[in-house]
């Protein structure tokens, strides 16, 4: 356990539908990362905040997809109008330094 | 555009047969190269970082070497509780972590 949480594990969803994931990191840590994993593939960049300003968004990002991260605590990301090719999980990072990032546990998200 | 390439994709060990996982990479200007161990259904585990070429490190059976252009994680005598999928990823200056794909390492008993 690397003290990053996340809720919920498991999400399955009709497509259309808007899903919200959550992440808590360790309280010290003020980078936040939101990866993307497809099956066989590694974890792909998806945006990341530091402290509560989002500073980068990934080009793949389709504008469906949108991340809050208030008061520079715990972030949410929003799925709009889910697809079938949003299934996939959906993974937070977090680190107090730009080099190690610790995991938390993954959503793994179904879209039906 | 930083890239890495990891191979096998796949490999299976007998318990106590050693082997090394590769990872290359492209990237302008390496700030950190980092291995993490991902069991099925879990998130990524942080195992190493190397900074620089000829830097070396060491944890259980486990030891990740570095060049300018790939690095090894060699395992030692593995065990099957060693099983699970390694990523590499690389990081420019102050960017996001880029992965590869990962291998993914069976050790039977």
Redesign the interface.
């Known amino acids: 356990d ?1 003290g ?1 949480s ?1 809720n919920p594990r498991h999400k399955i969803t009709k497509r259309g539908q808007n899903v919200t994931f959550r992440c808590d990191p360790i309280s010290e840590h003020n980078r936040l ?1 939101w990866y993307r994993q497809t099956l ?6 998806l945006t ?1 905040f530091q402290n509560e300003a989002q500073l ?1 968004k ?1 080009r793949l990002l389709s504008d469906r997809f949108s991340a809050e991260r208030p008061k520079g605590s715990f972030s949410t990301l929003e799925i709009q109008r889910t697809e079938q090719g949003d299934s996939a999980m959906y ?1 937070c ?1 977090t680190t107090s330094s ?9 959503t ?1 998200l179904t879209v039906t | 555009e930083d890239q890495v390439t990891q191979s096998p994709e796949a490999l299976r060990l007998q318990e106590g047969e050693s082997s090394s996982l590769n990872c290359s990479y492209t990237v302008s200007g390496l700030r950190g190269l980092f291995w993490y161990r991902q069991d099925p259904g879990k998130g990524p585990e942080f195992l190493f970082t190397l900074y620089s070429a000829g830097e070396e490190k060491e944890k259980e059976r486990l030891k990740a070497t570095l060049t300018k252009k790939e690095s090894f994680l060699h395992i030692t005598a593995p065990k099957p509780e060693d099983s699970a999928t390694y990523l590499c990823a690389v990081q420019a200056r102050d960017t996001p972590l880029v992965f590869g794909k990962g291998t993914r390492l069976s050790v039977i008993a």
Not at chain 1, 40 to 45: A, D, K, R
Not at chain 1, 98 to 106: C, K, L
């Open positions: 690397t990053v996340q990362y066989g593939q590694g974890p792909e960049f990341y980068e990934s993974l990072a730009a080099y190690e990032q610790y995991f938390g546990p993954g793994r």
